[in-house]
């Protein structure tokens, strides 16, 4: 029998936990889901698993909720967004992500055609960091802009923002330029 879903939610691994499943993961060509949340792994441990992601072409559903991510872990998460192919849906709710890390998820966002759905509810964004992920939605996929998708960013707040109060902030191919 093959392992497609492996849940290991709230164990305490912290990062030294991610670093093994990060190693899993890496290897691993069966696994398809992965509940990976609640286990207070930071960003040293969300650093390990995003190089996991860079080679992994097997996990499509990935939850890493509620592990104090920050910034410097959502970067590195975007930096696997740009060459994972195969990751459809990924949480990072309860995390303490802002505004820095939102902008390299929205670079990754642009650049990952496979990924359809990001759960990004309670974290630290200003209204810049949901303007940012709302329109790297809009663009084209960088990495095939003639292929039209559909794409979910849950649990961003509906405000001024994203109502469009910053017309003009940046065109079109100036945001093509920050999602490179």
């Known amino acids: 029998t093959t392992l497609t879903y492996l849940n290991?939610?709230?164990?305490?691994?912290?990062?030294?936990?991610?670093?093994?499943?990060a190693d899993m993961i890496s290897q691993n060509k069966f696994l398809r889901r992965l509940n990976f949340s609640d286990n207070n792994i930071g960003d040293q441990g969300a650093t390990y698993l995003a190089r996991a992601l860079e080679t992994n072409m097997s996990l499509s559903h990935f939850d890493i909720a509620k592990n104090k991510i920050a910034d410097l872990g959502a970067v590195e998460l975007g930096a696997a967004l740009t060459k994972n192919r195969r990751l459809a849906k990924l949480d990072l709710s309860i995390n303490e992500i802002s505004d820095d890390g939102g902008t390299a998820l929205a670079k990754g966002i642009a650049?990952?055609?496979?990924?359809?759905?990001l759960d990004l509810g309670s974290n630290r964004?200003?209204?810049?960091?949901?303007?940012?992920?709302?329109?790297?939605?809009?663009?084209?996929?960088?990495?095939?802009?003639?292929?039209?998708?559909?794409?979910?960013?849950?649990?961003?707040?509906?405000d001024q923002w994203t109502r469009g109060q910053l017309p003009g902030l940046l065109s079109e191919d100036e945001l093509k330029t920050v999602l490179q």
């Open 8 to 21: 290991i939610q709230c164990c305490g691994a912290f990062a030294a936990g991610a670093q093994h499943v």
């Open 111 to 117: 650049q990952n055609l496979p990924l359809t759905c």
């Open 125 to 158: 964004f200003s209204g810049l960091g949901v303007w940012m992920l709302t329109l790297s939605t809009k663009v084209k996929p960088l990495a095939n802009p003639a292929v039209h998708r559909r794409f979910e960013i849950k649990g961003l707040p509906s």
